[in-house]
């Protein structure tokens, strides 16, 4: 199985936020779409599509533990590390997904095919079309 072919069953809609932002307005974002990270895009718009990083809600929750209230009024940009952007495209593996989310630490990757965001993975979209494929095994295995 692909990473696209979890995309295809994922609403279209990428949350993002930019560099410039502020973490509570990130946070606030999280929270309206029920979601734990988004993708960080450059403040230019001359790129387009550009994903520079990730931001989760482990980001938020370190700018509080280390600046109390004033961590929500710290930029995004202060707490992504736009040299480590780990992707994937709509192409790869499940396992090879897995396998750099595993080696990196991480629970979300952007997809970006052609140097465009299409979308974002997450380990839990990784974990449910294992079991789906798990479940789809057994039932087709005669009794």
């Known amino acids: ?24 307005i ?17 403040v230019v718009r001359t790129e387009g599509n550009t994903a520079v990083g990730m931001f989760t809600e482990r980001d938020v929750v370190r700018a509080i533990a280390e600046h109390g209230a004033a961590g929500v009024n710290l930029k995004v ?19 090879h997904v897995r396998h750099l989310m595993n ?9 970006i095919d052609n140097y465009s965001l299409i979308g974002v993975i997450s ?3 990784i974990s ?3 079991d789906d494929e798990a479940t789809a095994a057994a039932r087709s295995v005669p009794a």
């Open 1 to 24: 199985m692909q990473v696209g072919d979890i995309l295809r069953k994922k609403t279209a809609r990428v949350a993002t936020v930019r560099m410039n932002e502020t973490v509570g």
């Open 26 to 42: 990130a946070a606030q974002l999280m929270r309206a779409s029920n979601i734990s990270a988004l993708v960080v895009k450059d």
């Open 77 to 95: 940009s202060q707490l992504i590390s736009v040299q480590q952007l780990v992707s994937c495209s709509s192409t790869d593996t499940l396992e």
């Open 103 to 111: 080696k990196n630490h991480i629970r979300h990757l952007p997809v």
């Open 123 to 125: 380990i839990r979209d």
């Open 128 to 130: 449910t079309a294992f």
